[in-house]
């Protein structure tokens, strides 16, 4: 059974950083498209990162390019959300989720994705 295990959210003050994990089980994270994605009360769920299988390419919604960045980690069937410099509106429930097998390159819209995380609180306040 495939599954998705977010970690590393908390309270971090404005400029902080955090880094979140998202493990796999049942299945090698490297062979899927893995996106990062949050949402904030009363908003929509919106694509913050996502890696490509192999980790050959990269993407970055607009709000957040220059902050963060994503990773991969094969041994430990991690992929990282390194969150720098945040801010306010970076409060959210952040979660990732894997594209369906063999997805070419990675995207960043919500319904390419078929496997997801239960989530982890990100809050951002001073």
């Known amino acids: 059974q495939l599954q998705l295990v977010e970690s590393g959210g908390g309270l971090v003050q404005p400029g902080g950083s955090l880094r979140l994990s998202c493990t796999a089980s049942g299945f090698r994270l490297s062979t899927y498209a893995i996106g990062w994605f949050r949402q904030a009360p009363g908003k929509e769920r919106e694509g913050v990162s996502c890696i490509s299988r192999g980790g050959r390419s990269t993407n970055y919604a607009d709000s957040v390019k220059g902050r963060f960045t994503i990773s991969g980690d094969d041994a430990k069937n991690t992929v990282y959300l390194q969150m720098n410099t945040l801010k306010p509106e970076d409060t959210a429930v952040y979660y990732c989720?894997?594209?369906?097998?063999?997805?070419?390159?990675?995207?960043?819209?919500?319904?390419?994705?078929?496997?997801w995380g239960q989530g982890t609180q990100v809050t951002v306040s001073s």
């Open positions: 989720a894997a594209a369906p097998p063999l997805f070419s390159g990675c995207v960043l819209p919500a319904t390419t994705y078929n496997y």
